[in-house]
């Protein structure tokens, strides 16, 4: 039986890799197949200026205001918004949207990184200024434009400009906090994913030209500064639930600086858009020697395969806490229905029917923005209490429904012989109902391993979070969702394997019988 069941996950093993491989075969060989047959590459642009676009697909990054000064250009746009830059790209690439808009340095990066399928539009959309922002009426506003008006007078803005759009990166380092900080630490959140403004380099830390201005200021001011990462759409509310002291940078409108203080501009720049060559071809070449190339940008180069198993450890651990505490609650709340006391039965009824009427990344957000909005909570433990409450609901109904489905005479039986009501419970009717509970408990926990990839909107640098900042990086998906999907796959099988060890120690059908006296 038990090898029976080690071909059968090696064979699902093999189908689903084979199955990878062939997916980015075709994804990746047109593109070859059809530059190796073009005389000649071209980056010319599909379209030429802006007017062209109307009525055409743009796709945004979440978060920015873009859309607006698009808009104001051209009429009858439609559009859709993408995590990042990189899924942005892949969108106009793949044709599901004819051109991709962002800063000018990060559209510049991107058509770099993606040469033959996309270019820049010779027209520029407007010039904008991007500033860090503050909560409304913060005092760091006020100390932050007085050193961004020295750093500009005295060529500082100018040299970190310099340094961090240049090509070479063997020099854009940080410099090492080894100063006095006699008035604590700020909190600085930024995207991590738009470059060279804050991306995440070697060892998973952010850096570019935000964080080093930030580095700088903090000096300045007697602090130390943390650093961390979160969705663009998700910025706003770490800075305006405390969470962050300051955020960015980002780009000044009207309806946001009605609810937050932004400092001075930091670096002018503009608003370009990104289209597809006419040819539309990937560089050609060797394919294998292609995937190799993906392979090494995506694992090796800067080590962020220790990315990829930092992610993997946090998700490992809100998935097995969550699922601990949550198979806990869950028994918590079948004792709560047997309790007899109709008004805890129906506290149990009410906070089923919250967990299992609210989106999960919704029950997420609220606790770490509303309820521990103003409490210093490490956003992996308010993870891990929001997947408890979940999962405390599911297997909880889980349970009572097995409970529940045992014939009460047995109870009855029980009682006549002299057990107490906790006594049937725990000998008589939990174990029958263990039984039948178990395996979809199994399928339960599983699906909670999945369910944890909605942990980067809170901060939490999880698998998928991780995938997601190396995306950004190298504007190439294949290899980052490809081996994202392969961990989830080989991490949920090896978690349903040791759960159905572990249910088999606890089946009493497997157990060996004794009846005293007799010789089995």
């Not at 060892?203 to 961390?228: C, F, T």
């Not at 309820?371 to 009572?400: D, E, H, K, Q, R």
């Not at 504007?475 to 159905?500: K, V």
């Amino acid at each position: 039986m038990r090898r029976r069941r080690c071909r059968r996950a090696i064979v699902a093993f093999a189908v689903v890799l084979f199955a990878c491989v062939m997916f980015g075969v075709l994804a990746v060989v047109p593109a070859s197949v059809q530059a190796s047959e073009s005389e000649s590459e071209t980056s010319e642009p599909l379209y030429q200026t802006l007017d062209e676009l109307s009525g055409k697909r743009f796709a945004y990054v979440n978060g920015s205001v873009y859309d607006q000064r698009i808009e104001e250009r051209i009429e009858g746009t439609e559009k859709d918004f993408y995590p990042s830059l990189a899924e942005c790209v892949a969108a106009v690439e793949a044709s599901k949207a004819d051109a991709a808009v962002q800063l000018s340095y990060c559209c510049q990066l991107a058509v770099n990184r993606r040469p033959g399928t996309v270019t820049l539009l010779p027209e520029p959309v407007a010039d904008v200024s991007e500033g860090f922002f503050f909560q409304k009426g913060s005092s760091l506003t006020e100390k932050f434009n007085k050193l961004i008006e020295r750093f500009g007078e005295n060529g500082t803005l100018a040299a970190l400009e310099e340094k961090w759009v240049a090509a070479d990166e063997s020099g854009k380092t940080l410099p090492a906090q080894d100063w006095d900080a006699p008035n604590g630490t700020l909190k600085f959140v930024t995207s991590g994913v738009i470059e060279p403004f804050s991306y995440v380099g070697e060892g998973g830390k952010a850096k570019g030209y935000d964080v080093e201005l930030a580095l700088l200021i903090a000096r300045e001011l007697g602090y130390h500064l943390k650093v961390s990462t979160a969705p663009m759409d998700s910025i706003f509310a770490e800075v305006d639930s405390g969470k962050a002291d300051f955020g960015g940078t980002l780009t000044q409108t009207p309806e946001r600086a009605s609810v937050c203080d932004f400092s001075d501009t930091v670096m002018p720049t503009t608003i370009s858009v990104i289209v597809m060559t006419k040819g539309g071809a990937a560089a050609g070449g060797d394919f294998w020697a292609g995937m190799a190339e993906s392979f090494r940008k995506t694992f090796i180069e800067e080590d962020r395969w220790k990315l990829i198993l930092s992610g993997l450890g946090t998700t490992v651990l809100i998935s097995v806490c969550a699922g601990a505490l949550g198979t806990l609650l869950g028994f918590g709340t079948v004792l709560a229905r047997r309790s007899g006391m109709r008004w805890i039965g129906k506290l149990v009824d009410g906070y089923q029917a919250i967990m299992g009427g609210v989106p999960l990344v919704v029950v997420l957000m609220v606790l770490y923005y509303v309820v521990f909005g103003s409490i210093s909570v490490p956003g992996t433990l308010v993870a891990i209490l929001a997947f408890t409450l979940s999962f405390g609901s599911t297997s909880g109904s889980t349970m009572w429904t097995a409970v529940d489905g045992i014939d009460i005479i047995q109870e009855e039986t029980g009682l006549a012989l002299g057990y107490t009501r906790k006594e049937v419970f725990r000998k008589i009717i939990f174990p029958q109902a263990m039984q039948r509970f178990t395996p979809q408990l199994m399928g339960q926990f599983v699906s909670l391993v999945k369910d944890t990839a909605i942990v980067g909107y809170i901060s939490v640098q999880d698998l998928t979070r991780a995938s997601d900042l190396i995306r950004a990086r190298t504007m190439d998906a294949f290899f980052p969702l490809i081996s994202t999907a392969i961990i989830y796959f080989l991490f949920c099988r090896l978690l349903a394997w040791m759960l159905g060890k572990l249910a088999a120690r606890f089946d009493v059908e497997n157990r060996p019988r004794e009846i005293e006296g007799v010789q089995l």
